[in-house]
């Protein structure tokens, strides 16, 4: 008998527990491409603010030892575009959108999320308050647990849909900064964003990243990610979301394990464009060759 | 666009730091100007390399790489019959107009891969100048098959070791003038690209020039490989590019 994959996030009911992280999928249209995007547990949107945005000069992004930098910028399309152009399309490629969203202010928040409200084919948003690349990129919202309340709490008051807050790894107690998203009302959370790093060059004698510095994510800080989830899901009853250098299954099993209820794929995207659907395959194959028949019999259960 | 895990077919040795590898995907179709997205093998680095396809024929796909780095070493290790995984081809590739006679293609260096394909493409049906630039002869590099297509090959090198002694686009502004019925296609090093996109502006030559940009996904999701528009827009040189008008492109 096939394993039952499905996850439940708040309201919200997964039909597997893989999404792909904001800003390694872009609005969906090109991996559709490549496969049916129907079948991921969902698909979270590049961050989404109320004005397109440009982003950052180049260079970008650089490699740097199992991982990479990244300093884009929160470029995108703006919500206005975003509601026109690309949600038909992920409409009709039956995508499970959940929509990331960032503001300067608060006040951006919630304009945002008001102009999303009521759109067919959303299914949760996820609240940007840890980007580390732009100066008012939400980061300076994520950081205070006081303020990561507030902000989750008024979005929380002007939308119908689930609402998931991703969080900054740049917390003294991620313990505490959990808890305080949890009672201001968010549905789940996820983390970890990139980590503020950055790379130089020694010939130059320079940044390698126009920004300076940037957001470092792949492999190099799985271990890290695995620990903040850990620490976040004994201290919240909401569910939580696995992030930071999923490459393959046996990643994916190991947040499952660690407290989370779902997990996001990101980098893993850029090197293999499968990935994604290649995690789900080998979660299913785990859960068959362990005997479980389903994913939920995994979840929280590392044996300590 | 595909990702195929595609065979070793062969691999030549070119100099010190090139090679050719060809790759059994079994495409049949690519526009000049297009790339591919090649899997790093283990031990080696964790994107993907992007590089310019060369020829595509029988199903057998043509690179060429220049070892520089982790990623190129571990792809140099790749030995007939082992298999690597190709994404491609990707991109928005050289698109030529029909009413210009002769196309004017000017490379720098390990810039020949798409413009070797676009002489390819159009030997036969135009007059092609080949204009071709390097700091030594031992980087130019594809110049029997340059020679076999029936181009017109004009060379020079920085250090004089072939052709003319200088910079290639000093030889083009010598040798061209008034460049009526022709249209430029160029793929280099940054400062060559701007050369040419001068001289086009110059004298109202319609130019395509191809960028190269370190890039992530190759794919157009992670948008780290923009290039910087005259509107003040970004486009990805991953899929607008890497081949763009010059006239729109922002020279520094």
């Known amino acids: 008998m096939q394993p039952n994959l499905k ?62 930098i990244n300093a884009i910028g929160l470029a995108n399309v703006g919500v206005e575009v975003f509601l026109k152009e690309k949600m038909p399309f992920l409409r009709k490629a039956q995508a499970t959108v ?29 609240l940007n308050i840890s980007c580390p690349n732009v100066a008012a990129g939400g980061a300076c919202f994520g950081t205070d647990p006081g303020t990561a309340e507030m902000v989750t709490r008024t979005v929380k008051k002007v939308t119908s849909f689930p609402l998931i807050v991703k969080l900054s790894l740049q917390v003294t107690n991620i313990a505490e900064m959990a ?56 201290a919240v009853n909401i569910p939580v979301i696995g992030v930071g250098g999923i490459m393959n299954g046996t990643d994916a099993i190991e947040f499952l394990l660690a407290g ?33 028949d389903s994913v939920n019999r995994i979840i929280g259960q590392l044996q300590i | ?20 590898l060809g790759l059994k995907t079994g495409w049949n179709e690519f526009v000049a100007g297009q790339f591919v997205m090649l899997e790093v093998p283990s031990g080696g680095t964790l994107l993907r390399r992007p590089f310019g396809i ?21 792809i140099s290790l790749l030995q007939p019959g082992q298999t690597v995984s190709v994404l491609g081809p990707l991109g928005t590739g050289f698109s030529v107009q029909k009413e210009k006679d002769t196309a004017v293609l000017i490379a720098g260096g390990y810039g020949v891969a798409p413009l070797f394909a676009l002489a390819a493409s159009l030997s036969g049906q135009k007059k092609i100048i080949f204009y071709y630039g390097a700091k030594r002869s031992a980087d130019l590099l594809y110049l029997d098959g340059l020679k076999s297509l029936g181009v017109e ?59 190269e940009r370190y890039m992530a996904c190759g794919i157009g999701v992670c948008l780290g490989c923009v290039v910087k528009m005259k509107d003040g827009s970004y486009q990805r040189a991953c899929r607008e590019g890497p081949v763009f008008d010059s006239e729109v492109v922002l020279w520094d």
């Open chain 1, 260 to 292: 989370a209820s779902a997990v996001q794929v990101g980098t893993a995207n850029f090197v293999r464009p499968t990935a994604a659907p290649d995690i789900i395959s080998e979660i299913r194959s785990y859960l068959l060759e362990e005997h479980f």
């Open chain 1, 179 to 234: 808890g305080a998203v949890a009672g201001a009302g968010a549905d789940a959370i996820s983390l970890i964003n990139t980590i503020p790093a950055m790379a130089i060059d020694a010939r130059t004698r320079r940044p390698v990243l126009a920004n300076v510095t940037g957001g470092l994510s792949g492999p190099a800080i799985k271990p890290i990610a695995l620990r903040m989830v850990h620490e976040a899901s004994k």
């Open chain 1, 7 to 68: 996850v439940n996030i708040g309201k919200l009911e997964l039909k597997n527990p893989v999404m792909v992280a904001s800003g390694t999928f872009g609005y969906g249209e090109e991996f559709a491409e490549l496969y049916d995007i129907s079948k991921l547990g969902a698909v979270v949107t590049k961050g989404i603010s109320l004005k397109p945005r440009e982003g950052n000069p180049m260079p970008r992004v650089i490699e740097t030892p199992s991982g990479m």
């Open chain 1, 98 to 126: 959940v929509v990331n969203i960032f503001g300067e202010s608060v006040e951006e928040y919630v304009a945002v999320a008001l102009k999303l409200e009521g759109t067919t084919g959303i299914a949760a948003l996820e």
């Open chain 2, 153 to 211: 090959l004009r060379l020079a090198t920085e250090d004089g070791s072939a052709g003319e002694k200088g910079l290639v686009t000093e030889r083009i502004e010598k040798e061209m003038s008034g460049f009526e019925g022709a249209a430029f296609f160029a793929c280099g090093p940054e400062g060559l690209l701007s050369a040419v996109s001068k001289l086009a502006a110059r004298d109202n030559v319609p130019t395509q020039v191809s960028l």
């Open chain 2, 1 to 20: 666009m595909k990702e195929t895990e595609a065979q070793v077919a062969y691999k030549e040795i070119d100099g010190e730091k090139y090679f050719r």
């Open chain 2, 54 to 74: 060369v020829k595509l024929a029988g199903g057998v796909l043509e690179i060429c790489i220049k070892v520089v780095g982790k990623g190129t070493s571990a």
